[in-house]
């Protein structure tokens, strides 16, 4: 979608009242949900609460970062959530209509038009066209599908020993991170959102995930420790930690001294651990467009308090905010190998 930036006008509006507009749209969705009509399980009333707080979160960051060409993106993914678990596209319409309606309650034109133009434009372009269909998505290969099977059934040794056999073959551990594991974790993430599986599953793949990066990686020859030092960590609020810990463990592997934090950490603790281990490179992971602005208030807080020390960001969000986040003094990477490409550069110049 073709939009110009907000002014700073709508865009200080919005971040301003978001309280007001959030509590305005909690209060509509209480009102239909206490509808006699409405007959919802407990489940399906705490997923819509969830989903209009995590799309104003969305909304926010995509009006703050200009992202409004993901906004259809965001809604096909949030219709998709809601139909997989009976509560149809109706229900993606009001929330985006509670959004339009409580900010023109809130915040007074021409800021109100500013802010709900794109909003009426992507509704209208969910509507028309339907999203792409998640039946027409990758099929994954033999071998990933059999790996996932592993994980999904708990196998934790067996899924190991699977992901060793490409080790044998002669594949490089990112290889068989790119090209085994991510996709079946991509998988995964299509059965949650077809509620085929549950949020636990989705912990249990990944966790059995992580047990299987570990062997990987520990399996590999002992390579002579470099001078080099990494802090690599989630921005606060993503809890997506799979992609930087496959970057520290490559990092690991190559002789870094590493300090893997995960996700979980908050701002504060972030920006002290960084000014205490000073390492040569800090690394972050954001995966959801709504952790874009903990992201920025993150590198901002670290290019003042240390300026020397290189940034590298990675993980979806990342890349589609690129042009927003570089220009801050973070290089961005586009999966573990350019990330360590990236890091090299930057501690062999300041060697
Ligand atoms: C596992 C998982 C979870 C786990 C995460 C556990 C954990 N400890 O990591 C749990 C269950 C907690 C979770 C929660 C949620 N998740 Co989730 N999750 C996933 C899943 C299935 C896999 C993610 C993953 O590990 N991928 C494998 C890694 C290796 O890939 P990656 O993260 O992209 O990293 C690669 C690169 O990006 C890069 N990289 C990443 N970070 C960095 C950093 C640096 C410095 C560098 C250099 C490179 C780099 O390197 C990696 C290798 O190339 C994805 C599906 C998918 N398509 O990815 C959904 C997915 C990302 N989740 C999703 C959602 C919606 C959520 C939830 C909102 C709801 C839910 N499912 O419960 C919450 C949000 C929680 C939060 N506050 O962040 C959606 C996002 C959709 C969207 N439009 O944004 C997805 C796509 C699933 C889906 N299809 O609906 N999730």
Sequence with gaps: MDFEPLTPQALAAFDKLYPRILALVQERLGLELGKETCKLDRRQQDLLEDCHKRFGETLRAVYSFGLFEYLVEEMSWLISVLESRGLGKAWGERI?????????GMVKPPEADELS?????????????????????????????????LA?????????????????????PARVADSLLMPAL??????WERNKISAAAEHLATEITRYVIYRIFDSLPRKKAVSFSAVLACVPGDEHDIGIDLMSNLLASEGWSVAFIGRGAPHQDLLETVMSVRPDVVFLSVSQISHLPAARSLILGLRERTPDIPIILGGAAALKARTILAPLGAGIAAGIEDGRRIALNRVKAYA
Excluded: C, M
Excluded at 96 to 104: C, D, E, F, M, Q
Excluded at 156 to 166: D, N, V
Excluded at 186 to 191: D, E, I, N, S, T
């Design 96 to 104: 985006l209509g509670s959004w339009t309606i409580a900010t023109h």
């Design 117 to 149: 133009r794109p909003l009426i434009r992507a509704r209208d372009l969910v509507l028309r066209l339907p999203g792409p269909s998640l039946d027409e998505d990758e099929k994954p290969s033999e071998d990933v599908q059999r790996y996932l099977d």
């Design 152 to 172: 999904l059934r708990n196998k934790r040794r067996e899924a190991a020993e699977f992901g060793l056999t490409f080790l044998e073959l002669g594949f490089p």
């Design 186 to 191: 991509r998988q995964v993430g299509v059965f």
